[in-house]
């Protein structure tokens, strides 16, 4: 298995005299990525492949020389981000895990559990889902008829119908690594953001016929992403409440 953290952001709304990028931002006195890299501590550091952007060299001087690194020069989305990595995944025929630098409240037992069951099943793509009606901006996991996954819309680009559903996507996913990478050419920026958004790809991969599954988290926290100083400040109470700080 393997994991690629896109990490390149500059963090616009975090953004004070230091101009860090976002990941080195500081949750109880850590950067951000380096909590993040200590939750996939169930991978060897040669499977994790972290994206890098904005001052690049800060980011890979803090995690050291045991990791991948790729370079993403524009930020264009979360599909784009994976998508600079495709060269060094040629050759691979495996699971693939998508973390991000900026969320580290995903815990590894969590993103373990996620994985076993993505590969016991035989998935395509597997996502983390939560319930959560306090984070009104997620995006939403839509389901068909039948009550398979049909795609994730965004919270920004959700129809009042759709802002009412419970279930929603976490962040995390877990792909085989050929369907993920022969798919996403497929993506297109036809979206309020005009980014390439990873989560296009489980929509075209259930169209195809493919199986896309949902792991549940027990624990909505995990969700929480830092975008903001207000949003720093709920992680690290997060992380003190379990034991993190």
Same mark, same amino acid.
């Given at each position: 298995?393997?994991?690629?953290?896109?990490?390149?952001?500059?963090? @616009?709304?975090? *953004?004070?005299?230091?101009?860090?990028?976002?990941?080195?931002?500081?949750?109880?006195?850590?950067?951000?990525?380096?909590?993040?890299?200590? *939750?996939?501590?169930?991978?060897?550091?040669?499977?994790?492949?972290?994206?890098?952007?904005?001052?690049?060299e800060?980011?890979?001087?803090?995690?050291?020389?045991?990791?991948?690194?790729?370079?993403?020069?524009?930020?264009?989305?979360?599909?784009?981000?994976?998508?600079?990595?495709?060269?060094?995944?040629?050759?691979?025929?495996?699971?693939?895990?998508?973390?991000?630098g900026? $969320?580290?409240?995903?815990?590894?037992?969590?993103?373990?559990?996620m994985?076993?069951?993505?590969?016991?099943?035989g998935?395509?793509?597997?996502? $983390?889902?939560?319930?959560?009606?306090?984070?009104? $901006?997620?995006?939403?996991?839509?389901?068909?008829?039948?009550?398979?996954?049909?795609?994730?819309?965004?919270g920004?680009?959700?129809?009042?119908? *759709?802002?009412?559903?419970?279930?929603?996507?976490?962040?995390?996913?877990?792909?085989?690594?050929?369907?993920?990478?022969?798919?996403?050419?497929?993506?297109?920026?036809?979206?309020? *953001?005009?980014?390439?958004?990873?989560?296009?790809?489980?929509?075209?991969?259930?169209?195809?016929?493919?199986?896309?599954?949902?792991?549940?988290?027990?624990?909505?926290?995990?969700?929480?992403?830092?975008?903001?100083?207000?949003?720093?400040?709920?992680?690290?109470?997060?992380?003190? @409440?379990?034991? $993190?700080?």
């Amino acid at each position: 298995m393997r994991a690629i953290v896109p990490a390149a952001g500059k963090g @616009k709304r975090l *953004q004070g005299s230091e101009n860090l990028p976002k990941v080195l931002y500081k949750a109880c006195g850590r950067p951000l990525l380096e909590v993040v890299l200590e *939750q996939l501590s169930f991978l060897s550091p040669e499977d994790i492949y972290i994206v890098v952007g904005y001052r690049k060299e800060e980011v890979m001087a803090v995690c050291g020389d045991r990791y991948h690194y790729v370079e993403q020069k524009e930020q264009l989305g979360t599909g784009h981000a994976v998508a600079v990595c495709e060269d060094l995944f040629r050759d691979y025929d495996g699971t693939v895990l998508i973390d991000y630098g900026d $969320m580290p409240l995903f815990r590894k037992e969590a993103m373990e559990e996620m994985c076993r069951y993505h590969e016991e099943t035989g998935a395509a793509c597997t996502l $983390m889902t939560a319930e959560d009606p306090s984070l009104t $901006m997620w995006a939403r996991i839509i389901r068909d008829e039948n009550g398979r996954f049909a795609r994730i819309v965004e919270g920004k680009d959700c129809t009042p119908e *759709q802002a009412k559903t419970k279930e929603l996507f976490a962040g995390v996913l877990a792909f085989d690594a050929k369907a993920l990478f022969e798919t996403l050419p497929l993506v297109d920026r036809n979206n309020v *953001q005009g980014e390439y958004y990873l989560t296009e790809v489980p929509e075209l991969l259930a169209k195809k016929g493919l199986l896309v599954e949902t792991w549940k988290t027990d624990d909505p926290d995990d969700l929480r992403g830092v975008n903001t100083i207000e949003d720093l400040i709920r992680c690290e109470k997060v992380m003190r @409440k379990r034991g $993190m700080a």
